[in-house]
Structures are given as C-alpha cells and as structure tokens.
C-alpha cells in the first residue's frame, strides 16, 4: 500500500517485502505520471508485483547486480566484491532507493525501473516487466518508455 505524499506530482512511499534502502530500511519511493489518470492504480499494482517477485527473479537481479560489481566502473575504485555464498548477499552491498512506475505500458504490462547504489559507487538498478528482467545495471532508465 502506497502512502501518497503529493498526489498531484505521484509522489509516495511504501515498504519493501524484501529489497532495504541506504538505512537498511524498508520504506522505498515510489513515482508515477500523475498526469494519468489511473496513476494511482497502477502504481499500487507495480508496488505488489514488486512486494512479490518470485524467488528466481530475485536470484535473476541478484546474480546480475554481482556481474555489476565485478565489472568496476564505478567510483569507488577500492572497492573489491569479496566472495559470496549466496547469490543474495550482494544485497549487503547495494541498496534501492526509488521505484518508477512505467506509465506508458500496455493495460495488461505491469512495467517499473527500481533505482539504487552499490559500494562500488555507481547508481545501479533493475528494470522488471511483467515479472521478468528486463535489464540489470547503470543504465536501467533508459529501458523504461517514459519512466516517472
């Protein structure tokens, strides 16, 4: 359940089933077009498909933001990825801030980018539609079509 801060900019917050923020907290941003008018339906209807990624999406997004951190590229040129037991732990590395609803989707698409950061120092992110990924990795918004 979205808690709308301004609805007429589609701005809200909600908490994540399982993905933390920079505090390790649950509580993530959600934007969407509130020029739509169903903005707020289909908002609440990503945030849910989100709240409930399946258990292979998750690992999906997991073992792709550990290639991310393997990769380099980011700011923080010190960082080393250590070796992982568990595709998840990279979680512990990276954190996610904002969810963008694609409002331009069709009726039947449920499409969002969720944006965040990894230790290594660069904004990373993931982009989901229809419960599969789409895309892991710096550049997450340019593979929503007109992302808010």
Same mark, same amino acid.
């Given at each position: ?9 589609g701005e809200g ?43 292979? =999406?998750?690992? $999906?997004?997991?073992?792709?933001? &550990?290639?991310? #951190?393997? *990769? +380099?590229?980011?700011?923080?040129? @010190? ?21 963008? =609803?694609?409002? $331009?989707?069709?009726?039947?698409? &449920?499409?969002? #980018?969720? *944006? +965040?950061e990894g230790e290594w120092? @660069? ?26």
């Amino acid at each position: 359940m979205i808690r709308w801060l301004q609805q007429e900019g589609g701005e809200g917050r909600f908490n994540s089933s399982f993905f933390r923020n920079d505090e390790n907290e649950d509580e993530l941003i959600v934007y969407a077009n509130s020029d739509h008018p169903d903005f707020m339906e289909y908002a609440e209807k990503c945030v849910e498909a989100f709240n409930n990624l399946s258990v292979p =999406v998750i690992n $999906e997004i997991c073992q792709k933001l &550990i290639s991310c #951190a393997q *990769e +380099g590229g980011g700011l923080n040129e @010190e960082f080393e990825l250590p070796a992982l037991d568990n595709p998840l732990d990279i979680l512990n590395y990276c954190w996610f801030m904002v969810l963008y =609803v694609g409002m $331009e989707s069709k009726d039947d698409e &449920i499409a969002y #980018a969720v *944006e +965040g950061e990894g230790e290594w120092g @660069e904004n990373i992110g993931f982009v989901i539609k229809n419960d599969s990924v789409v895309y892991v990795g710096a550049d997450y918004l340019d593979y929503m079509e007109n992302a808010h």
